[in-house]
């Protein structure tokens, strides 16, 4: 290419002169404009103890800095995204990070960092995931709805967890979730035993069958699930080291006396994956497939607000929200929208929240006699040290 014209007058602060020579453009002059910052006399003072300060924070970030080199601080970075569930995308919701940001979009398109976290029904939530999933996109509109649930997995006790659990969370709206699950049952009445194999058990077996189960000789291992009619209570004690979470209760609905309609609500319902971070333990993560994209607005709501409140029931609502946010998702895919679940978290009583500050009251009371006892000790021991 041939140039027939000087370039001149460059934009941002440079200006210049340039001839053709040959194939190439050399510049024959330059002028470099200087454009003052702001003056020193509207720079503020800082005193010699913010001096200080700065000094020692730059001293320990400099100590963080050498304390690993750049491709091991580039590897610890990985690795804690990889072993850390909360970290992974779309990463925990830190509304500390949040608070200079403004509330609500100037326009209909934005940028996600920079304005804070919105909320939507759930409704709004499933118009923008059929939109998305429109056959002109994505086609797939009955793709399954996936709920991510961040979870504060903080208790009374500093030391302690809630801890992890799977679960089966009966909905009012159950839909073809394309999972084989197998089902274990335990009954004494031979015709129970049968009903439970029409119902959809794989197989059913009685107070005989517990004693070959503890000597390895009947294999439990391929059933996901277990439950129990009430007469079989006493004879699978034994068991509960063996089935572990898989162990039929009250509480995991395993346990009753319609044993049909337990089979039924294992078969159906949403399987609720708690999980704590083992990166972060006061974090964790609650996983369930809630619902199908071609179910109504109404439907996919009521499934939401009956897992919403299982997962609450493993944490004591005086402690404040179990959740910290909750994103509606499809599977596959990685678009997400924050739903609002407030109306659907518990409300604790007047009573449940005297009970905890009784019992924090009680504990600070403890610590401050263990206090007094220690130092009249050690005055004690200086006592005599000084005799």
Partial sequence: FRMLSALRNWSGGLGRTTAFTGDLLVPTSSEIINVRGRKRALKQTITRQQKLERRLKREEREAARKQFSFMERINIRRMKSLLSPSQQYPGRLNREDEAALPEQPLTNVFIRSHVKSQFYSVAQALAMHRELQHPSIYNNPKAPLRLRLELNMTTERQTKMVGSSDEIVPVPYPFSHNEKRTILAFANDLKLQEVAVETGAEISVGQDMIKKIIKGQFRIDDYDFCVAHQDMATHILPLRGILKTRFPTRINGG?????????????????????ADPVYPIWGLCDAVVGRLNMSDAEVEANIAAVVAAACTHRSAALGPFINRALLMTVPGEEHYAINVDAW???????????????????????????IDDDDDGEAEKAAASA
């Fill in 255 to 275: 346990l009753g006396t319609d044993l049909p309609q337990m089979i039924e609500m294992f078969k159906n319902g949403v399987k609720l994956n708690i999980k």
């Fill in 345 to 371: 978290m518990p409300v604790p009583s007047e009573e449940e929240l005297e009970k905890l500050e009784r019992r924090r009251n009680k504990k600070g009371k403890k610590k401050e006699e263990k206090k």
